[in-house]
């Protein structure tokens, strides 16, 4: 019973269960669409199971990346889920990006079972999972993620112990605050270049170079200037996360005015058929609006 459990295979938990196989972790996986658990197993050395429960069932720790606070309860407490099999001492590492409080109510719920969960949202998109550097916030019980370290680091370049349950995914939100904020400005400078008639990739190289480089400019500036957004991180994830933002801030009285403007940008670009374009499109919708 010392096998890795993987649940949820999109574009960030493939390739992060197969740096788990490939790192000589025994790994079983499930994904709602049996497929892709399928395919999964053809590319890589390990096992596929037919629920959440199956796999608790023979795993001493197991990864979840799923999308909404929804679908994390239903992989937990739903039909065949996890706790109807969980073993005692099982870690619970959660790699979607929640809210606050259902962290709080997995961890105690899997506290009453002698389980720990961690809140382990990660930061790096697609092109970080497959190259196995992500970065990872994690929140909840520290002998825990010393335990499970020597995991993350399979498909991570860096993971920190943020503090109690819920921290990792507070952590995410401000995360997700700076890009939402810096996305915007990017997209501004850049039509500001076509408009004042500069060539933007001579901007762009140069300004890469000073204090206003990012990952984002030097990852998608290029993308943007072509109107190519078929990829990356979409708008239907982002306006997602944005969103818990703005309910933790009520929250806590937290001030991010910028960030519920950007929020209401990518309600713009859903407007536009733009729900699974890449969160950079905000520059394709100042130009279409």
Known sequence: MNKKGFIGLGVMGYPM????????????????????????????TGSSCESPSEIASQSDVIMICVGKDDDVRDVIYGNKGILESVNPGTIIVDHSTTSATLAKE??????????????????????????????????????????????????????????????????????????????????????FSEKAGLKTEDVMEVITKGAAQSWYMENRWSTMLKDEYDHGFAVDWMRKDLDIVEDQAIRIGANVEVTKLVNNFYKEVQDLDGGRWDASSLLKRIKDI
């Open 106 to 191: 997995m961890s105690q719920i899997l506290q009453e079972k002698e389980c720990y969960f961690l809140d382990a949202p990660i930061s790096g998109g697609q092109a970080g999972a497959e190259a196995g550097k992500l970065s990872v916030m994690v929140g909840g019980c520290k002998e825990s993620f010393k335990a499970v370290k020597r995991i993350l680091d399979a498909y991570s370049k860096f993971s920190k112990h943020m503090g109690n349950s819920g921290s990792g995914q507070l952590t995410k939100m401000v995360n997700q605050i700076c890009i939402g904020g810096l996305l915007q400005a990017l997209a501004e400078g850049m039509n």
């Open 17 to 44: 269960a197969g740096h788990l196989a490939s790192n000589n972790f025994d790994v079983c996986v499930f994904n709602r669409t049996q497929e892709k658990a399928l395919k999964w197993k053809n590319e890589f």
